[in-house]
């Protein structure tokens, strides 16, 4: 990344330590330091505050990234990070599921087996959550969006809109998605009763 050599520069041409930095940026240091060696990158509202610290336009402050930025939001990586959440859901799905058909027909060893399989899957979504994250946070990819949004003529409202509107969308997928798994649960567990209800 070309940004992390340039805040270094820019910040020696100041003959500022990287505190001094921090404090100018309302950041702390060991955030200056995760910029210069490339651990993150800095989100728009802090790319602003460097801009203007530095007397440099944005443009000027990412030049070089922008190309980057573009390929890292369509590498293999953020495709994973689909994956990754149709996996999460998959197994949400199979928890629900899987123990509730093991709980209510598998008897005293199907309460076991439900408890065992309730454990493995819920292992299983946190690890499948965490690698979402650690892949987000690996590459920066909202940081990325964010950036070019506002390179693109995007206000900082527009980016803060547009992120809202991702996020109601993200809701309402998933009170979707638990209002028909909690009706296929009931219809299970109705199911369950009726047959145990003809078995007497």
């Known amino acids: 990344m070309e940004l992390s050599k340039t805040i270094k520069r820019l910040r020696t041409e100041k003959k500022w330590s990287q505190e001094q930095l921090a404090e100018h940026a309302f950041v702390s240091r060991q955030t200056v330091s995760n910029w210069e060696t ?8 802090s790319l602003l505050i460097l801009s203007d610290i530095f007397g440099v336009s944005l443009d000027e402050l990412v030049k070089g ?17 689909k994956k990754l959440q149709w996996l999460g859901a998959a197994e949400m799905f199979a928890l629900m599921f899987g123990v509730t058909l093991l709980v209510e027909c598998g008897g005293g060893i199907g309460v076991i087996l439900g408890c ?7 292992v299983c979504i946190f690890m499948t959550f965490r690698e979402f994250e650690r892949i987000k946070q690996d590459n ?3 940081t990325y969006r964010e950036v070019l949004a506002f390179l693109n003529g995007e206000t900082l409202d527009d ?10 969308k993200k809701q309402k997928k ?15 567990c109705a199911a369950a009763a009726v047959l145990q209800f003809l078995h007497l």
């Open 159 to 168: 980016i803060e809109k547009e992120k809202e509107a991702e996020n109601r």
């Open 174 to 188: 998933l009170l979707i998605f638990t209002a028909a798994a909690g009706g296929a649960i009931l219809i299970v």
């Open 38 to 45: 490339e651990k993150s990158y800095p989100d728009v509202h």
């Open 116 to 122: 065992l399989l309730a454990g493995i899957l819920s």
């Open 65 to 81: 990234d922008v190309e980057m930025m573009k390929n890292t939001i369509k590498n293999e990586d953020a495709g994973r990070l």
């Open 140 to 142: 920066d990819i909202q």
